[in-house]
């Protein structure tokens, strides 16, 4: 298996079965135009998302790495009219660019971007009593991932449903001596779930057009 077929069947299948539209086709192709680097979800992995929060029946989402706001738009087109979205980024030219994709397609009054560190956001979002949201995907530097989900518990509660993306890395995830600070990133991120007993999750491997990887899927079982 090749990542040219793993990419073929993503085309495909995203193309039968409503990967991807008009308006989230230009958020992609905005956000190549200002060269935002290319690691937003796939379309087939936004309409997963998007899938999760329905079946959830979110009405308040929380993202963790905005970029240009692809998943974003997954997400928010996934809320009823009076929903809620905060989407953290750090990079302000990325952030821009977000802003620009979400009012093209339509979401912009419902999302709340913040832009800065997502450490400094979520401190700031727990101040504030932001919480509990529905759904929370975490999709920012991978290294900061165990910090993030410990803050997105903070910021649920019994139900809520954690999505954590790019876990697996290719398989790197068993090399305890990757040296990679994002693989140790993921490792810790397991160790820290493996003794959360708030949470109860599970890792799924993925091929895609973004090649091997996986995502953890938690829900939160008690009152953090
Ligand atoms: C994988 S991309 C997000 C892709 C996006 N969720 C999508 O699928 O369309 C990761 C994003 O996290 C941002 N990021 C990196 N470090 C961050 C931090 N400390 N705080 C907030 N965002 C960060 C990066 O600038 C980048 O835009």
New binding site residues.
């Given amino acids: 298996m090749s990542q040219e077929r793993w990419s073929a069947v993503d085309d495909w299948t995203a193309a039968m079965l409503g990967g991807d539209d008009a308006a989230l086709a230009a958020a992609a192709e905005a956000s190549a135009r200002a060269e935002l680097p290319a ?3 796939t379309p087939n992995q936004g309409k997963l998302l998007h899938l999760i929060a329905r079946i959830q029946g979110a009405r308040t989402i929380l ?10 738009i997954w997400l928010a087109r996934a809320l009823p009219p009076d929903g809620r979205l905060v989407t ?4 302000p030219r ?1 952030a821009e660019v977000a802003r620009a994709n979400l009012e093209r397609a339509g979401v912009a009054e419902l999302v709340q971007l913040r832009a800065g ?3 400094e956001s979520l401190r700031a979002l727990i101040a504030e009593k932001a919480g509990p949201f529905d759904l929370i995907f975490i ?3 991978k290294q ?1 991932t165990p910090e993030y989900f410990s803050a997105a518990l903070e910021l649920s509660r019994a139900g809520t449903v954690i999505v954590t993306d790019n876990v697996v890395r290719a398989g790197a995830i068993v090399d305890a001596d990757s040296g990679d600070e994002r693989v140790e990133g993921m490792r810790r991120f397991h160790e820290l779930l493996a003794g959360e007993p708030r949470a109860s999750a599970t890792t799924i491997q993925t091929v895609g057009g973004k090649g091997y990887d996986g995502f953890t899927l938690a829900l939160v079982e008690g009152e953090p």
């Fill in positions: 690691i937003a979800v993202e963790m790495g905005t970029l240009g706001g692809y998943s974003t953290l980024e750090l990079e990325y560190p997502a450490l999709d920012a530097d900061g």
